[in-house]
Nanobody, 128 residues
Framework: QVQLVESGGALVQAGGSLRLSCAAS????????MGWFRQAPGKERELVAA????????YYTDSVKGRFTISRDNAKNTVYLQMNSLKPEDTAIYYC?????????????????????WGQGTQVTVSS
């Protein structure tokens, strides 16, 4: 079983930047594809970005392309989400999640139902 702990959420002004971290413990983190999701009040949880276990492939939802960057450091068992040019509509609770299936090193996972474990979330609030 993998345990995930997010950090780095904060209140920031529009145009600002934040870096979220997701620290994993338990099973071998480096073998698993990871994703960052967010959920705003009254809305469904949505995929923001995903990364393959090798780190060689990434995916971004259209609304964050060019502003957010997902990365991972397998030696530190940590995945990051660098968020630049933040907008009020980015306000949400951000969650990281892991897909523990054995996948190809270039495979990113975009289906929320395929993620097995989730962190507790970290709040990001962007003021206008």
């Amino acid at each position: 079983q993998v345990q995930l702990v997010e950090s780095g959420g904060a209140l920031v002004q529009a145009g600002g930047s934040l870096r979220l971290s997701c620290a994993a413990s338990g099973r071998t983190f480096s073998n698993y594809a990871m994703g960052w999701f967010r959920q705003a009040p009254g809305k469904e949880r949505e995929l923001v970005a995903a990364i393959s276990w090798s780190g060689s492939s990434t995916y971004y939802t259209d609304s964050v392309k060019g502003r957010f960057t997902i990365s991972r450091d397998n030696a530190k068992n940590t995945v990051y989400l660098q968020m630049n040019s933040l907008k009020p509509e980015d306000t949400a609770i951000y969650y990281c999640a892991v897909d523990q299936r054995p996948l190809l090193p270039t495979r990113v996972v975009v289906n929320i139902k395929e993620y097995d474990y989730w962190g507790q979330g970290t709040q990001v609030t962007v003021s206008s």
